[in-house]
């Protein structure tokens, strides 16, 4: 029993990780699912949100910064939408994708020019000291972060109230059509922009979540655009097109790169956290090309 | 339409005789280029060095017209701590203006690279408190200065102060927790030569860059519970390791981090949680010395100052201050050495290697408590080779040993052991130094 802890340990805290990796693959998913493109910026989008609302906190009430920084980021998808998007109306996904990239660079380097590039503490009062559960059955107990856990709750919640919104409404119905087909969704009398409007705005919104969730843990600062690049394997295991995809993606690539690091890491000279992840991925795209929970695309040529 | 031609003409004489002009004004300055990092994921550690060295050198030219008389020309080139960007760096601005008096790469990776392009274009390369640990040997590495201290005299003093206030550290267990790059790797192989000599287990955990994943890491540490944990990070992975070792319950007092991992911006995103959390210091934090009542003077009083008024005197401004001292101090020596104004990187090479600290010039300077002394000479590049342990009391960093001297006679050896080893890999010939 006593060996069995420390594992379970490990398990617990990568699970965790992977929900908050999960956070940032979402907004990925929602845009994709919703418009059909890749948006490289959801990164930067988090970077954004969290550096916006931390240094309006430093002037208003927690609240109102909040509440501000959320009309912030739908300001942001209303200029991607206009500037951005409306000109590329029925492009090929790679040229959104492109001019997503264009996206990042440029919010990458306004945040920092408007808000600065120093470490930001966000302190969302959620106690750092950790937890010890059943230390009666493991020496030492097994130990969980209760930010970690905190993140996991919100992380629960908003996917709860992603899949009602999508499934259970008639501008979730009014999505999923523009994410088939652009110019289909238009003849059919879907408001195309407005749509687009409204999915930039909440993976906005869901950065801002991710934002904060990341940004209490390690301060809000420029690696948070960089934790993007972890819901790319997270994206390829669960599907591009799946909700429920990005959680379990994000749970098996946490879980998968700790107990790797952990485990094998010292068998080839440690620091394979970082790449794990995508070897994961590969393996799972050799046998699913389409992730875990994907949609199979059939094309007629 | 004639008109618009003459006046693109005269636009174009005007636009010749001013680059005709350039040389001549040119020759009245010195050129020192600076590379730095005000965004990306090093910027928070990257800004404040910056500030120092802008601010140092801006009031030395406001209060002094310039060093020797001469007036510096000052350029900044963004590498965002990317080695590619940083040699992009070095060749666009080496050859400015009278030529780089020295670079300072503030990087151990673009130190690596520019190792061997340094000797070819005749350019010093300053790196105060990092670089090649055995290019301190300054036979082989004759364009090199690890002024202060490399990071093999960091590990030294770290194993020095933690067997003495734990009684020695034979059966204990100490765990270095790096930054996976050249610069983290640098101490290994002086950690493990002490594992051996003093008798303690010895790990080494390596994290990759930027650093905010560690918390495989840290659970390994919650299982080992080493006596001490040593943090050769950079930027953001302080503090996230600091953070990780509280998720984990490690006590912050039994950590202690390069002097590279013992600044405001490594402490100060943990808030609280970083208190008793210690360092290495090469040299004090706080802005009551002379040289900063000058700069406050000469730079923020009439409006010039690179950052923000309140931040003059953080551990990272004042080492970038130091830095550039340290260079107008080669500059100077170079000057007196070949009796004239403007000096050549290739002269001011010469002037590091007589460059001579004395308690006396150190307050000339406006420096006193602020640097020891230093000497630096043909054989010994990194001139001294001494530190203090600081410790965050939450608001600010407090002294909690007096200062360690590396030990030479142990680092000397291997030192000049692995410079001879590049020497014979790269075919150079050690200068003779008599």
């Not at chain 2, 594992?195 to 994290?207: L, M, Q």
């Amino acid at each position: 029993m006593a060996e069995l802890g420390p594992v379970l340990e490990v398990l617990l805290g990568g699970l965790m990780s992977g929900v908050l990796y999960s956070l940032v693959a979402l907004g990925f998913v929602l845009i994709f699912k919703a418009s059909g493109v890749f948006n490289f910026a959801q990164g930067a989008m988090v970077l954004f949100a969290a550096l916006s609302l931390v240094r309006l906190a430093e002037w208003l009430p927690f609240p109102l910064a909040l509440l501000v920084t959320v009309l912030i980021m739908i300001a942001v998808a209303w200029t991607v939408e206009r500037l951005v998007l409306r000109p590329l109306v029925g492009q090929h996904g790679l040229i959104l994708f492109m001019a997503t990239i264009g996206v990042t660079f440029f919010l990458d380097g306004f945040g920092q020019t408007i808000w600065g590039s120093n470490v930001y503490q966000l302190d969302l009062g959620i106690p750092s000291t950790p937890w010890f559960l059943f230390e009666s059955l493991f020496p030492g107990g097994i130990l969980v972060s209760p930010v970690d856990v905190f993140a996991t709750v919100i992380a629960g919640s908003l996917v709860l109230a992603l899949s009602i919104f999508f499934h259970g409404t008639r501008i979730g119905r009014a999505l999923r059509a523009v994410a088939d087909d652009h110019q289909a969704a238009q003849s059919v009398g879907i408001p195309l922009n407005q749509i687009w409007l409204i999915v930039w705005s909440t993976a906005g919104i869901v950065a801002l979540v991710a934002g904060m969730a990341w940004g209490s843990k390690l301060g809000v600062q420029f690696s948070l655009s960089l934790v993007a690049l972890k819901a790319l394997p997270v994206l390829i295991l669960g599907g591009l097109t799946s909700i429920p995809g990005a959680i379990v993606g994000g749970l098996v690539v946490g879980a998968g790169e700790k107990l790797a690091e952990l485990y094998i890491g010292p068998l080839i000279g440690g620091g394979i956290e970082y790449w794990f992840a995508y070897v994961l991925a590969l393996a799972v795209l050799l046998v699913r090309p389409q992730g875990l929970f994907g949609e199979k695309i059939i094309e007629r040529v | 339409m004639r008109a618009p031609r003459s006046a693109a003409l005269l636009a174009t004489t005007a636009a010749l005789a001013l680059l005709a002009a350039q040389p001549a004004a040119a020759a009245d300055t010195i050129f020192y280029p600076s590379l730095v990092y005000r965004s990306g994921a090093y910027a928070p550690n990257g800004i404040p060095f910056a500030n120092g060295v802008a601010d140092y050198v801006a009031m030395i030219n406001a209060r002094d017209g310039g060093v020797g008389g001469v007036k510096i020309e000052f350029e900044e080139c963004e590498t965002g701590y990317a080695t590619d960007r940083g040699v992009e760096c070095y060749e666009r601005l080496k050859t400015k203006g009278a030529g780089a008096v020295a670079f300072s790469p503030l990087s151990t990776g673009i130190t690596f690279a520019l190792t061997e392009k340094a000797p070819v274009d005749k350019i010093p390369l300053q790196t105060t408190g990092y670089g090649r640990s055995e290019s301190a040997d300054g036979r082989v590495f004759q364009w090199n200065f690890p002024l202060l201290g490399t990071y093999w005299s960091a590990a030294d003093i770290l194993i020095q102060h933690t067997a003495k206030i734990s009684g020695g550290l034979k059966g204990k267990k100490i765990t270095l927790v790096y930054h996976d790059s050249p610069y983290g790797k640098e101490p290994i192989p002086v950690l493990q030569d002490h594992a051996a000599k003093h008798g303690y287990t010895f790990e080494a955990i390596p994290v990759t860059h930027p650093g905010v994943e560690q918390k495989a890491a840290w659970l390994k540490i919650r299982q080992t519970r080493p006596d001490f944990v040593f943090l050769w990070g950079w930027g953001v992975m302080n503090s996230t390791a600091i953070k990780e070792a509280v998720a984990v319950g490690y006590p912050r007092e039994k950590m202690y981090g390069v002097w590279w991992a013992a600044a405001e911006p490594d402490v100060r995103p943990a808030g609280d949680d970083a208190k008793g959390y210690n360092g290495l210091a090469l040299h004090p934090a706080g802005a009551d010395y002379p040289v900063h009542k000058d700069i406050l003077k000469y730079v923020y009083d009439a409006g010039k100052g690179a950052g923000k008024r309140e931040e003059v005197g953080e551990v990272l401004y004042n080492r970038g201050v130091i830095d550039a001292m340290l260079k107008l101090e080669a500059v100077r020596t170079a000057q007196k050495i070949y009796n004239k104004k403007v000096v050549t990187g290739s002269e001011v090479r010469d002037g590091f290697e007589r460059l001579e600290l004395t308690a006396e010039r150190i307050k000339e300077l406006g420096f006193e408590g602020l640097v020891t002394p230093l000497k630096v000479s043909c054989l010994d590049h990194e001139g001294a080779r001494k530190a203090r342990i600081h410790q965050w009391d939450g608001q600010k960093w407090v002294f909690v040993s007096d200062w360690i001297e590396a030990d030479t006679n142990y680092l000397r050896p291997k030192m000049e052991a692995a410079a001879a080893a590049y020497a014979k890999e790269k075919g150079i010939t050690p200068a003779s130094c008599s």
